[in-house]
């Protein structure tokens, strides 16, 4: 009793663990979604592709920190050379879907699925980190 034989998770690094196997078995990129009036969408009104810096100075809305999702913001905003400004955080990437809906900001979401009301920029390049799962002959495997 107390083995751990599978864990579903959003990590935010790609290194494995000592005694973990991964699987991939969702892999998205991520998308900036908002309003189709919102500066940021509306400055790409073909659909492109934004770099990570191109959320800087908007107000973002986001999991809270922890989440893999918003580990991955965070390095990338970093990597870019600023902080993300999460005003406003949600638990589910559909509670963040509809407070961007209501105008609140720029939502960051797996996406490209399209979301009632919203844009959606694919933030490129990024991916989805992968779940981690117990290898065999490692602690809680077979």
Request: charged fraction near 20%; include cysteine.
């Amino acid at each position: 009793m107390g083995g751990l034989d599978l864990a579903v998770a959003g990590v935010a690094d790609r290194t494995t663990p000592p005694g973990l196997a991964r699987e991939v078995f969702v892999d998205v990129p991520l998308v900036v979604a908002a309003v189709p009036e919102h500066p940021l969408v509306a400055a790409h009104p073909d659909g492109d592709a934004v770099s990570p810096a191109a959320p800087e100075g908007h107000r973002l809305i986001g999991l809270p920190r922890g989440a893999g999702m918003r580990t991955v913001l965070e390095r990338l905003c970093a990597g870019s050379g600023f902080r993300p400004q999460v005003v406003f955080e949600a638990a589910t990437p559909d509670a963040l879907a509809r407070l961007a809906a209501r105008g609140l900001g720029v939502a960051v979401l797996p996406g490209p699925d399209p979301r009632t009301g919203l844009r959606a920029l694919l933030l490129s390049p990024t991916r989805a980190p992968a779940p981690a799962r117990p290898s065999s002959g490692g602690p809680g495997g077979r």
